[in-house]
């Protein structure tokens, strides 16, 4: 620390390398060190905002003069056409700029609301950033600072170090940050940064987006639609270009990495409508409606399955976050998800049976005339021979956890004697945690309700449920959660003292010896 206290007093030439050194060793000693850093902060921050206001050394010549930027022709300065005129820019400023903007969103990232006292400084360094065109870094860096920013200010105030400060600085802060990165956006020329402003603007909703008014909501959707279109007619240009005759292997390279970056815009196109919808709900129905007209193309058999996937999550996230309010869109969405469910790619199934088990359990009446064809729809997915390869499990769990759904919302509707016993039979699922969770927490309520087609004829399937449950039990809290772990142990508690002693030894030998072991070890404990 000393050596770096002594180092930053000493006066260095402006393009000296140790500079953009000295900042990287400082923010990695604040990455080890945590909140012990900040007696330090009062050192580092006055050079590390000098260096992040630089401005950039710049010489305008006419395009097709050579004279002035000759003298300056080393490595030092970089080189770029902008209509009729060449701009020479000074490249080691650039890099010191970057660096220190880089370390400015580490910091803050890093002491979250311990940044407090140097977030307006560092705002009013940063925002103007988003559009500094001469450095594609300095832009990244500034683009990623702001749901960092926001989030030490609203960390601050939530633990009462903002020096009084309540939500209206959340707010004005807010206010400062979100039209100057839609307007960004905007303007944002390479693609992507364009992903990476779209994902900071999914951030800084979900710190301070029931903060936002009716216009700022309504920027961005003017944005994502402007987005969605650019995106489109650049990918048009594309396949216009891969028919041309001199078409070679380099060039198809070139666009498969430029379509890579394409699939990335759409990505956080839909992570940030998923956003929207699950801050503002149904209230964002009616931009959801003029959206539509730009979302329902990507459901087309023309389109890339990442297209189609971000399609159907987008449909997801209504039908999840709005239930009722929804229910207007099933005739329209549920055809294409159900059409979905047996698509090749398993991104898209997975998507397509989650949504089912969405509908499913929040679509009421509007979704029992759909229970037959759904059944069989995740009956393809659940029974197909390749349904556990690693590929398609995600798939696999997200139709069982869609066909539990149906059992517990519709089973008026279904032959619960064959539908029940079949569900039980998919049990546990281990692939996704999440579904998990949620599916073992549904065969938990079925068992403790005495649930008659679960438990069959005669108790037949109580093996399966005790198998079913000492696996999860044995797997750690990842299949479960500690809730229903509690309520699984005090379930085979129960079944202990009531079973018949034939009952229970049946029941116990059906287990695997380590799976006895264990349960004897967790129900003694």
Not at 19 to 38: E, H, I, N, P, V
Not at 103 to 109: K, R, V
Not at 230 to 257: M, P, T, V, W, Y
């Amino acid at each position: 620390m000393e050596v770096l206290m002594s180092l930053q007093g000493a006066q260095m030439e402006t393009d000296d390398p140790t500079t953009s050194y000295m900042l990287q060793a400082w923010a990695r000693l604040c990455k080890c060190l945590g909140q012990d850093f900040l007696p330090y902060m009062n050192v580092v921050m006055p050079p590390l905002l000098q260096s992040a206001q630089l401005k950039p050394d710049v010489i305008i010549t006419s395009a097709d003069s050579d004279d002035e930027l000759d003298e300056s022709d080393d490595e030092s300065m970089e080189t770029i056409t902008l209509g009729d005129k060449r701009i020479g820019i000074k490249t080691s400023v650039l890099e010191e700029k970057a660096t220190a903007c880089n370390m400015l969103c580490c910091y803050a990232d890093e002491l979250k609301e311990g940044f407090y006292p140097w977030i307006d400084q560092v705002a009013q360094t940063l925002v103007p950033l988003l559009k500094f065109y001469f450095h594609e870094e300095v832009r990244k860096a500034a683009v990623s600072a702001m749901p960092d920013l926001l989030r030490s200010a609203k960390l601050a105030v939530e633990k009462g170090i903002a020096q009084g400060r309540n939500e209206t600085y959340i707010k004005q802060l807010s206010d400062y940050i979100f039209p100057a990165l839609v307007e960004a956006l905007h303007k944002e020329p390479d693609t992507d940064i364009c992903a990476n402003m779209l994902d900071a603007l999914s951030e800084c909703l979900q710190i301070s987006g029931p903060l936002l008014d009716e216009s700022q909501v309504r920027s961005v959707v003017d944005e994502i639609k402007l987005v969605i279109t650019a995106s489109s007619d650049r990918k048009k240009e594309r396949a216009e270009r891969a028919k041309a005759e001199d078409f070679d292997a380099e060039e198809g390279e070139l666009l498969k990495e430029e379509n890579e970056q394409e699939e990335e815009v759409f990505d956080q196109v839909g992570e940030l409508l998923g956003t929207l919808i699950k801050t503002f709900k149904a209230s964002f129905l009616p931009f959801f409606d003029e959206l539509s007209s730009y979302l329902m193309p990507m459901w087309g058999k023309d389109r890339t399955a990442e297209e189609r996937r971000i399609a159907i999550c987008i449909f997801d996230d209504v039908a999840e976050q709005c239930h009722g309010a929804a229910l207007k869109y099933y005739d329209t969405y549920l055809p294409f998800l159900l059409e979905a469910c047996n698509d090749e790619n398993p991104d898209v199934r997975q998507a397509a049976v989650y949504g089912l088990g969405v509908c499913a359990e929040y679509g009421g009446s509007v979704f029992k005339p759909l229970v037959g064809e759904s059944l069989s729809r995740l009956n393809f997915v659940i029974r197909h021979p390749n349904a556990l390869q690693p590929d398609n499990v995600m798939a696999y769990d997200n139709a069982v956890s869609a066909l539990g759904k149906i059992c517990q919302f519709h089973r008026d509707s279904i032959d619960s004697a064959q539908v029940v016993p079949a569900w039980l039979s998919c049990l546990p699922i281990k692939g996704d945690i999440i579904e998990a969770k949620v599916v073992h927490d549904l065969l938990c309520s079925m068992v403790e309700s005495s649930d008659r087609e679960l438990l069959g004829p005669n108790n037949q399937y109580l093996p399966k449920i005790v198998s079913v449950f000492a696996e999860v039990l044995c797997s750690g809290n990842d299949l479960a959660s500690q809730q229903t772990f509690s309520r699984m142990v005090n379930l085979l508690r129960q079944l202990q003292q009531t079973l018949p002693p034939s009952t229970l030894a049946s029941t116990w030998s059906s287990l695997q010896p380590q799976q006895q072991l264990a349960l004897q070890s967790i129900l003694s404990s």
